[in-house]
Each structure stands twice: as structure tokens, then as C-alpha cells.
């Protein structure tokens, strides 16, 4: 997967880019990024890449031209089809579905904004897809862009040890993930649940799943309202249901 970035601070991503899944991934040869800086494309004599906006208010707006130029430049790099994305508190807010339709795409061109966000015709007419992270503001779109990169970069294949880890992973299936526990098996007189060492995976598969509803239910109970739950499903959750009630 290739992502060409549109940044003024392209030292930001190194934060990302020399370590964990996403360094593994650039030298396995999976992925690919580039960076193109907007003031290099500037023809103010100090680089500047903003501007007072018409119609008055307050703050600075990007110029159109140097990210203009930057796009094209990353177009012409790559060639091949791409789809460029503004990362965007206006945008849609992302989620694990969205995550891996968009992982279908082999080239991505993320265009980070700065100060007020970017002129709207280079929006409207440059732009395929304004995507948000959240509903808050930040100082500009690169910690939205390295989010996007990471969740991108868990799904493609070759990256993880093991594709069950992307697929086991929280919002996966639209629900949280089951509780996790490792060694050693007693830890402060708390124990590991028996079943997880029970070496019965039909039983750990179904507890497992049990969990993950009964996680979702108590902590994000809205996911549930987009999930039709299994007959076997509706009784797991039951049972969880049934337990916390209690020792409540």
C-alpha cells in the first residue's frame, strides 16, 4: 500500500514511521510513504503557506495553490489511480468498516490541513473523501493522518503475525473485544478465569464470544443496535446479562 502525504511538519510521522507494525511493514517492502510539503510549492519569498480568508473572521486559512501543487506533484508520482482524502473535523467519522473498504485502495493521498483548514475549491474540487477521526479539533490533520495509516496498515495481509490478530481486535465485528489475561495465572490473590486454561477450545471460543458481547453491552451498548445477534448470540449475552446482575 503506498500513501503519498500532503504535511508542512512531514517530521511529525517519524514518530510512526520508525517504529511498531508500521516501521515492520515499510521493510517487509508492504508499504510505501512519501511526503510532499506545501512550502515548497510556495511563491512567497518566506515559504508561507496561509492567508487572512476572505469575508473577515478570525485565524488563517491554507493557500490553495501550494497544496494544489503538492497533490499534483504526489499524483504524478505515483501515476496510478489514487484516491485523495482531507483529513477533516467536517469529514465522516471513520469506523472499522470504513477502515477496510478503505483498505481496498492501493494508493492513498492524505492532505493534512493547518490553521482554519483549506480553501473549499480545492476541496470540492480536488478532493474525493473528507474523513474525521472525532467529534473535537485539533492543530491540524497529521495526528489524523498517522491514526488513519495505523488502522490501514493493521488489516493489510503480511502485516500482523496472524490475520486472526486484526480480526480478533475490537469494532472487527461491531463488537469490543473479550477480556485478556496472560502470566502468570494468579496475580494480588486474583486468578485467570479456569476455562481460558481449561485447553478446550470449543469452550474458550464460546466464553470468548460470551465476553465480547457482555463487554459491548456494558461499555458501548449502542454498537449492539447495528448488530442482528444470532439465536446462540442472544443466549450467551443472556447469560452474561444474568451473572453481572447479580453480583451487582
Known sequence: MWFGIITIFPEMFSSIIKFGIINKA??????????????????KKNRSVDDYPYGGGVGMI?????IYLAIQAAKCFIKNKTKIIYLSP??????????????????????????????????????DEEWSIGDYIL????????????CLV???????????????????????????YTRPKKFLNYNV????LSGNHAKIKKWKLKH????????RPDLLKNITLTKEEKKLLLEYQNKYKKKI
Not at 469506523?95 to 494508493?107: A, F, P
Not at 478465569?193 to 481460558?196: A, C, Q, S, T
Request: with cysteine; aromatic share 6%; hydrophobic share 35%.
Open 139 to 150: 492543530s491540524g490533520g497529521e495526528l489524523p493522518a498517522m491514526v488513519l495509516i495505523d
Open 26 to 43: 515499510i521493510k517487509k517492502t508492504i508499504l510505501q510513504i512519501n511526503f510532499w510539503n506545501p512550502r515548497d510549492y510556495s511563491k
Open 193 to 196: 478465569p479456569d476455562i481460558l
Open 154 to 180: 493493521r488489516v493489510i495481509p503480511g502485516v500482523l503475525g496472524k490475520i486472526q490478530s486484526a480480526e480478533e481486535d475490537s469494532f472487527s465485528k461491531n463488537l469490543l473485544e473479550h477480556s485478556q
Open 62 to 66: 491554507m493557500n490553495i495553490e501550494p
Open 90 to 127: 467536517q469529514g465522516k467519522k471513520m469506523n472499522q468498516k470504513d477502515i477496510l473498504k478503505l483498505s481496498l485502495n492501493r494508493n492513498l493521498i492524505l492532505v493534512c490541513g493547518r490553521y482554519k483548514g483549506i480553501d473549499e475549491r480545492l476541496i470540492k474540487n480536488c478532493v
Open 212 to 219: 465480547s458481547l457482555g463487554k459491548t453491552w456494558k461499555k
